[in-house]
């Protein structure tokens, strides 16, 4: 009987890592819209993914800790949108990108950049 029960919960927990994550879902999106050169509202995004505004802002929140990605959510005014009533204030739109690595390794050494290393370094001459 035992037995049986973890078999079950081995296949439902495989079966469950095959739907995507509200996050990778998210994720997914921004990142496609950021490679296309788009910025997309909360709004916009829930209704592209069918997640909830506040559910969306909460999850850019988590992808731009280091366990979930360490992305650099970037955020701006919306310009040239009229403002309805119903919406106060302005209106945000996001973008996903990649952090860029500070320590990267150089290919000529195995030593990685001091942090305070000009951007551009060239290779040494011979």
């Known amino acids: ?3 049986i029960r973890l078999q079950e919960s ?3 927990r ?26 997309l509202t909360l709004r916009e995004l829930a209704q592209r993914t069918q997640f909830g505004e ?3 802002s909460t999850q850019l929140r988590h ?3 280091p366990r979930y990605g360490n992305y650099v959510v970037e955020k701006r005014v919306r310009r040239g ?3 309805t009533d119903v919406e ?13 690595r500070v320590g990267a390794q150089r290919k000529w050494t195995s030593k990685a950049l001091p942090c ?3 951007a551009a370094m060239t290779a040494p001459s011979c």
């Open 88 to 100: 106060h204030g302005a209106t945000w739109e996001y973008r996903l990108m990649p952090r860029v």
């Open 116 to 118: 305070n290393a000009p």
């Open 10 to 12: 081995k296949k439902a």
């Open 63 to 65: 992808l731009r800790k």
């Open 81 to 83: 949108v009229v403002v």
């Open 14 to 39: 495989s079966a469950k890592s095959l739907v995507p994550s509200q996050r990778e879902v998210l994720r997914d999106v921004l990142l496609s819209a950021t490679q296309h050169g788009s910025w």
């Open 1 to 3: 009987m035992r037995r």
């Open 54 to 56: 506040a559910s969306i």
